[in-house]
């Protein structure tokens, strides 16, 4: 079957693989340069270096696409010491990766244009057109303790997500690796292997393959969501952060269910790859706030990626994610991911446990 996006596909798979690269180098790094922005989340010269990575690659092949990404080079243009700390990853990651170069469309040419092309993700989103969006590292806490992150990529068309990409340079290349809050804690970077890379087309399923630091390995295999026979024996994973989702509430929910394992703890969309293949069931964020809302950077690709395994993905109150109205998910509230076959149940006792009204 040939694929409808087989380009954006490709072009994704290497530019996220070639951003975790860049970031697993700072990651080895005990000065990660290291910003706190206006919402005081954490930024390192990880997250403007893989953004800048990505973005060049997206419009040296696809120039009219819109770009949404969570970074901006404010703070660069009057901090030259970052600046050219993140400058000097850029090129020798360029430098260290010929074999893509032709087929991702050039090297940055210098730290000014570096900057522009951060730049470049500051589009609003919206229902309309082609628009990717981006986040560069998506779990900076779970980055800077030595634990999980992902860099996402996913192509909105129309509002609608067609493919998604996500790099988890610390998760085990093993799809059968039981998940543990401690999963990749001690990974090593072996035989030009570093982690797992996710990814899925719409109505063409999900696949995992090892990140690598030259081509894309040929080992992809399909993947697909674990059936649950007994709830009992299911276990599900969530934030580190309180601040991300309800752990309390969670647990209530678990009870509830009969799920006697305790939840697996770990950053970034690491958690939707790590349901997709198996490793892991269910998926909760609960709503911490009535006024916050999800940016789409967060779950885009993972939201595709666990729908083609096999999963369903919704809100508290059962809607589908809606990543056509901006740069926020600001029609839902809350995600819930499971396999298909129980997400109804687990459903029902989240808007039980939390007072919702179906």
Do not use: C, N, Y
């Given at each position: 079957m040939t694929s409808n996006y087989a380009k954006e596909l490709e072009i994704a798979q290497l530019a996220v693989q070639r951003a975790a690269i860049l970031t697993k180098r700072v990651f080895h790094e005990k000065a990660k340069g290291t910003?706190?922005?206006d919402d005081k989340s954490p930024v390192t010269i990880g997250d403007f270096g893989a953004q800048a990575l990505i973005i060049s690659a997206l419009k040296a092949n696809f120039p009219q696409d819109e770009v949404v990404a969570e970074e901006e080079a404010a703070e660069l243009r009057t901090n030259s010491d970052l600046q050219s700390q993140i400058w000097e990853l850029v090129k020798s990651t360029q430098l260290n990766d010929t074999a893509a170069?032709?087929?991702?469309?050039?090297a940055i040419p210098s730290s000014e244009a570096m900057l522009d092309v951060i730049d470049q993700g500051n589009?609003?989103?919206?229902?309309?057109?082609?628009?990717?969006?981006?986040?560069?590292?998506d779990g900076?806490?779970?980055?800077?303790?030595g634990g999980q992150y992902a860099v996402c990529l996913a192509l909105l068309q129309d509002g609608d997500v067609k493919v998604g990409v996500l790099g988890c340079p610390n998760l085990p290349v093993d799809d059968s690796a039981p998940l543990s809050a401690d999963i990749g804690t001690n990974a090593k970077d072996d035989?030009?292997?570093?982690?797992?890379l996710f990814?899925?087309?719409q109505a063409e399923g999900a696949t995992s393959r090892p990140l690598t630091t030259g081509a894309l390995s040929r080992d992809s295999k399909k993947i697909s969501m674990k059936p649950i026979a007994d709830m009992s024996a299911a276990s599900f994973c969530e934030s580190v952060e309180a601040g991300h989702s309800n752990q309390s509430d969670s647990a209530k929910i678990a009870e509830k269910l009969g799920i006697t394992k305790h939840s697996?703890?770990?950053?970034?969309q690491a958690k939707y790859g790590s349901i997709a293949r198996g490793a892991g069931d269910i998926y909760l964020r609960l709503p911490t706030s009535k006024t916050y809302q999800e940016k789409i950077w967060d779950h885009a690709a993972g939201d595709l990626i666990v729908r083609e395994a096999g999963g369903q993905v919704t809100d508290t109150l059962g809607r589908r994610l809606d990543f056509s109205v901006g740069r926020t998910l600001a029609s839902n509230s809350g995600?819930?991911?499971?396999?298909?076959?129980?997400?109804?149940?687990?459903?029902a006792v989240v808007q039980e446990v939390l007072g919702i009204k179906a």
């Open positions: 910003v706190s922005k170069e032709t087929l991702l469309g050039g589009s609003k989103g919206g229902k309309t057109g082609r628009i990717w969006t981006i986040d560069p590292i900076t806490k779970g980055f800077l303790r035989d030009g292997k570093f982690g797992v990814s899925a087309v697996v703890r770990m950053d970034s995600v819930i991911a499971a396999p298909a076959a129980v997400h109804g149940q687990v459903l």
